[in-house]
């Protein structure tokens, strides 16, 4: 039985984190259902601090979704009170190409990445940095 998933991450600004993701990956921002919110709110299910607004839209202040633009496989960001401390156990391989990695450190380092190392085995090559808030990932 194959299954479907949706990869969470930590963060401390989800719709930030969600943004820079979304920009990285080509992927899409899941959209905010402004008026299900209110109406949450309006009938008592939610309260008011449990919103905020990103771009002038009003959002779920605890988490931010990407989505892929065809297969709809999704990112989930949630909002933990805790930074990263320690080496992530899970991290992605993004796959792009060789003769597109120089240009995708630098178009992400300028974007807030930070590069961390190079590395090889055998004939693979990857560099591998970390995202706005240091979760860890490899570009190959």
Request: overall charge negative; charged content about 25%.
């Amino acid at each position: 039985m194959a299954y479907d998933f949706q990869v969470t991450v930590d963060s401390s600004h989800p719709h930030d984190l969600a943004d820079w993701w979304a920009e990285m990956l080509g992927w899409q921002v899941e959209g905010s259902n402004e008026e299900f919110i209110r109406e949450m709110v309006a009938k008592g299910y939610a309260q008011e601090e449990a919103t905020t607004t990103h771009k002038g839209v009003l959002v779920w202040k605890d988490g931010a979704a990407i989505v892929h633009p065809e297969t709809k496989q999704r990112f989930l960001f949630q909002l933990v009170p805790e930074g990263k401390t320690v080496k992530n156990r899970l991290h992605l391989d993004i796959r792009m190409g060789a003769d597109k990695i120089e240009a995708e450190l630098e178009r992400l380092t300028a974007r807030g990445a930070t590069f961390l190392h190079r590395g090889k085995q055998g004939p693979a090559e990857w560099i591998t940095i970390a995202d706005p808030e240091g979760n860890e990932l490899c570009l190959s």
